[in-house]
């Protein structure tokens, strides 16, 4: 999951949990958005803490000689 999915879980939970009033037999929308945002930052603290973890690799390139014939 990227940031990208993270933040829009996010949303579309805040969304749910916050803005929805409808009603609908045997799902709880607002249960439903907390666990939506709940996934939502959890991703996107996996998603940032695997981004810092690449970044803090030094890559050294090789050198491979040429063979003279």
Same mark, same amino acid.
């Given at each position: 999951?990227?940031?990208?999915?993270?933040?829009? *879980?996010?949303? !579309? =939970?805040?969304?749910?949990?916050?803005?929805?009033?409808?009603?609908? &037999?045997?799902?709880?929308?607002?249960? $439903?958005g907390v666990i *939506?945002?709940? !996934? =939502?930052?959890?991703?996107?603290?996996?998603?940032l803490f695997l981004? &810092?973890?690449?970044?803090?690799?030094? $890559?050294?390139?090789?050198?491979r000689e040429r063979?003279?014939?």
């Amino acid at each position: 999951m990227g940031i990208g999915t993270s933040i829009l *879980l996010i949303a !579309v =939970g805040a969304i749910l949990r916050f803005a929805v009033t409808t009603d609908i &037999s045997g799902i709880e929308l607002s249960t $439903v958005g907390v666990i *939506l945002m709940v !996934v =939502g930052v959890l991703g996107l603290l996996i998603s940032l803490f695997l981004l &810092s973890q690449r970044g803090d690799r030094v $890559v050294e390139p090789r050198v491979r000689e040429r063979e003279r014939y």
